[in-house]
């Protein structure tokens, strides 16, 4: 059974960082990619980044030069550095994951790929206050 449990959130002073981690279990975890999206109050979904079992990795135009995903294939985790932090980020960070090759490489071109993986984590809050 594939679970994905994220952690690191919580509120930050805009400029600050914050590290979000997703843990994952019960599958091989480097035959799968992965990606974060995020939910603010009232609005849609949006994927923030994605990577790709061979390091490949994209990024939303909103966050791109401030956030970095990155994985431990060691500990099975994921990772989504945040730096310069804005009010705008403020939002559910939702980890994700799939093993199907052609949405892999979807999301590469295409973050909204990120919200049809099969399994996401429960997420976890991110307040960003100015």
């Known amino acids: 059974q594939v679970q994905l449990v994220e952690s690191g959130g919580g509120s930050a002073q805009a400029g600050g960082s914050q590290r979000l981690s997703c843990a994952a279990s019960?599958?091989?975890?480097?035959?799968?990619?992965m990606g974060w999206f995020r939910q603010a109050p009232g609005k849609g979904r949006e994927g923030v980044a994605s990577?790709?079992?061979?390091?490949?990795?994209a990024y939303a135009d909103s966050v791109k030069g401030r956030f970095t995903i990155s994985q431990d294939n060691a500990k099975n985790t994921l990772y989504l550095q945040m730096n310069s932090l804005k009010p705008e980020d403020t939002a559910m960070y939702y980890c994700?994951?799939?093993?199907?090759?052609?949405?892999?490489?979807?999301?590469?071109?295409?973050?909204?790929?990120?919200?049809?993986?099969?399994?996401r984590g429960q997420g976890t809050q991110v307040t960003v206050s100015s």
């Open positions: 994700a994951a799939d093993f199907r090759r052609s949405l892999c490489k979807a999301a590469i071109q295409d973050l909204t790929v990120i919200e049809l993986y099969n399994y």
């Open positions: 019960g599958y091989a975890y480097n035959t799968y990619c």
């Open positions: 990577i790709d079992n061979d390091g490949t990795t």
